[in-house]
Structures are given as C-alpha cells and as structure tokens.
C-alpha cells in the first residue's frame, strides 16, 4: 500500500518527485530560509546585484561586518571592500 505524501508546496513536490534541484535567486537569509523549509532548496545563486538586494533588505546583519572590513582593510578600495563583502554573503548562503 503506497503511503500519501504531504507536500509543503509544489516547489517541495517538484523538487521530491523529479531531478531538479531548486536555487533561491537570493541570497538574504531572510528568503533563504523559507525556501530551503517550504520548498526543498539546495542552494542560493550569488552576484554583485544579488548582494546589493540582500544589502537593502538586510543590512542590519551586515552593517558591522562591513565596517570592520574597512577598518581591517585600510588600504583597500571600495572595490576591494565589495567584492570581499560579495564573497562573504556568499559563502553565508552557502553555509545556511
């Protein structure tokens, strides 16, 4: 007798009963999370805009990080500073 599967949402399902395997276009954990509880997400996609999104919504997190960044980072540019800030969001994601 098969048993009746409850699925948290048809993302969940697709991702339960097919090959796909589902990437958040976000890398905010504030979206992360749910995406990886509701719907079965295996990872998060990461770039320069995609961090300037997860900046707006949460820079309360990352305020701090960012600060001491420059401070350990004298010397470096502006560019230096965001992309080192890209790589951290990133790495973030990747470890939630």
Not at 56 to 72: G, P, S, T
Not at 75 to 87: D, L, S, Y
Request: contains cysteine; glycine residues 4%; proline residues 4%.
């Amino acid at each position: 007798m098969s048993q009746l599967i409850a699925y948290k949402s048809l993302l969940h399902q697709m991702t339960e009963t097919t090959p796909t395997c589902l990437w958040n276009d976000s890398a905010a954990i504030s979206e992360l999370t749910p995406s990886i509880e509701q719907n079965g997400t295996v990872g998060a996609t990461c770039n320069p805009v995609i961090v300037l999104e997860v900046l707006n919504k949460e820079m309360h997190l990352w305020k701090d990080r960012i600060c001491a960044l420059i401070e350990d980072m004298p010397t470096a540019t502006e560019g230096q500073i965001a992309w080192k800030v890209v790589e951290e969001i990133s790495a973030n994601a990747a470890g939630f």
